[in-house]
């Protein structure tokens, strides 16, 4: 019987080197200049911290990071910024979480979405941080993935492991 697996992850070799280019880039720019500005990225705690000389900077700073992202084909929306926060001597610092992985939530709504579909003989579960879905017919999985990447998810999803 057909299968696929709906998940979502991130390459951390992929957001290591981004990190790294983004904090090359802002030592270079001549309008960071005496920011000393830093990115730090937290593999363990699926985080980043950034720091710089001010507000205005910041967003410059976050837009570089961005950019360096989307190089690397890391969707912005496993990366969610947050607010800026005052750090010592008039410094601003944002933490950058990193999402992975589907949360149950997430996967109810994958399961929800895929019965609305109505299609004969598929079926889905959720297994972990990830769903599985089963058919009968190829062409009705296929059907899936491509509704699947129509709707608008708050993470990005990857489909794997498809089997005949």
């Keep these: 019987m057909p ?9 951390m070799q992929e957001v290591r080197n981004a990190v790294d280019q983004a904090a090359r880039e802002v030592g270079n720019r001549y309008d960071f200049k005496d920011s ?65 992985g589907i949360s149950s939530d997430l ?12 299609l004969k003989g598929v ?3 959720t297994q972990g941080d990830q769903v599985r879905v089963t058919g009968k017919k190829r062409d009705a999985l296929q059907d899936v993935i491509a509704s ?10 990857q489909y794997e492991n498809f089997r005949d």
């Design 3 to 11: 299968s696929f697996d709906v998940v979502s992850q991130i390459d």
């Design 148 to 157: 699947l990447k129509e709707t608008e998810f708050d993470v990005p999803l």
């Design 36 to 100: 000393n500005s830093t990115i730090e990225l937290n593999e363990k705690e699926m985080s980043i911290q950034m720091e710089t000389a001010s507000h205005d900077r910041m967003t410059a700073f976050q837009q570089v990071f961005e950019e360096k992202l989307v190089k690397r084909k890391i969707s912005l929306k496993s990366v969610d910024f947050g607010d800026a926060e005052d750090a010592a001597g008039g410094r601003a610092r944002v933490a950058v979480s990193l999402k992975a």
């Design 123 to 125: 079926q889905s579960q």
């Design 107 to 118: 996967a109810k709504k994958i399961n929800t979405h895929i019965k609305n579909l109505k």
